[in-house]
């Protein structure tokens, strides 16, 4: 049976603890327009992010420019910082999910190229690259880099230290988004398979199944890899969850939970011990983007627990989207008799 969507919103209008990751709507100190600004052909970029130059074509478009005539708005570390490049913004609006690769690498000088996602958040790009493997030195690309549907995406053209000059900005489709999250030779298959319309998860859909069903995480010394997989399903009203059962019940435990995904992730953890009639919601959790790692730490009270991977969104996520999630910290855990009778047999030795 498949519950309301309401069941899996509850587990994500849970208070979000320190772990959800924060943004900022603050952008950075405006400079003045100066006088005599020279004037480039074509559809050069804009100045700063609330004079972005709509890009019509996410999927193909191609433009050329000069930096030089341009402020310096902007600077992220990828990995050098400082720089006092002037720089250029393009924009545009994704209604579904796009692949694409940015491609700097014919310009002219030493480019450096970010990514942000709904707004401007200095420190805080999608993605970022300064040099990249280009024909020429010190050229920029980013690529493949999955973006998500309903979502304002910003394009900022930069340069190295103070370096300007012309550009060639290529923008395009690509097929390499998928896998990038393929499953490390030492993971271990999920098992479940993929959603589809009609789906009942009766696998490890956890508390949302009937009866409740869970993946069960064997402890080990090392990281536990699980390779899974999730998506939307049923015009997005419902989403594939997995609940990965881990026995804590002998002490107090620090767990990390690291997912990598083809869809933006939810990983967190729910409190088990009460029980699925009683659980309240997660523990703890956070959210990332697609194709990133997206993880959390939390040193966890003796009981029962679930580490919680779905996508964080009903949109369109194809069901056989890959994950893999890494679990540290999750070793047998030593029962406290056992070490009492270590005691007691050091007494007697
Ligand atoms: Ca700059
Ligand atoms: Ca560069
Ligand atoms: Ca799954
Ligand atoms: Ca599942």
Redesign the pocket.
């Known amino acids: 049976m498949r519950l309301p969507l309401a069941v899996s919103v509850i587990l994500l209008v849970a208070p979000v603890l320190a772990a959800a990751s924060g943004t900022s709507s603050e952008l950075p100190e405006k400079h003045s327009v100066p006088t005599g600004t020279p004037v480039y052909e074509g559809r050069v970029g804009g100045e700063d992010v609330e004079n972005a130059v709509p890009i019509p074509t996410a999927w193909d478009f191609y433009d050329t420019g000069n930096t030089c005539g341009f402020l310096d708005d902007y600077d992220e570390a990828c990995p050098y910082t400082g720089s006092t490049s002037p720089d250029v913004v393009y924009s545009f609006t994704l209604t579904s999910w796009l692949c694409i690769e940015i491609d700097l690498c014919a310009s002219a000088y030493?480019?450096?190229v970010y990514v942000y996602q709904d707004e401007v958040t200095p420190g805080d790009p999608l993605a970022c690259n300064?040099?990249a493997d280009c024909p020429t030195l010190?050229?920029?690309r980013i690529g493949p880099l999955l973006l998500d549907g309903g979502h304002t995406y910003y394009i900022v053209v930069d340069g190295?230290g103070n370096d300007c000059g012309e550009y060639e900005l290529h923008i395009s489709e690509w097929e390499g988004c998928t896998p990038c999250a393929p499953c490390p030779p030492d993971g271990i298959d999920e098992g479940e398979g993929p959603c589809y319309d009609g789906y009942v998860d009766n696998f490890n859909g956890g508390c949302n199944s009937v009866p409740p069903v869970f993946s069960v995480v064997e402890p080990s010394p090392e990281p536990i890899i699980f390779c899974g997989l999730g998506g939307n399903y049923d015009d997005n009203a419902f989403r594939d969850t997995d609940w990965y059962w881990m026995d804590l019940t002998c002490e107090e435990t620090t767990i990390t939970l690291d997912v990598v995904a083809e869809f933006p992730p939810v990983v967190g953890f729910v409190d088990m011990s009460p029980g699925c009639d009683n659980i309240t919601g997660f523990y703890s959790y956070v959210t990332g983007v697609q194709c990133y790692s997206t993880y959390i730490t939390e040193t966890l009270p003796a009981g029962e627990w679930v580490a919680f991977v779905a996508s964080s969104e009903w949109n369109n996520w194809p069901c056989d989207s890959e994950y893999h999630l890494t679990i540290s910290g999750y070793e047998q855990c030593v029962p406290a008799e056992s070490a009492s009778w270590g005691t007691l047999k050091a007494l007697y030795r």
Do not use: A, F, G, P
Request: no cysteine.
């Open positions: 030493d480019t450096k300064d040099d010190y050229r920029s190295y």
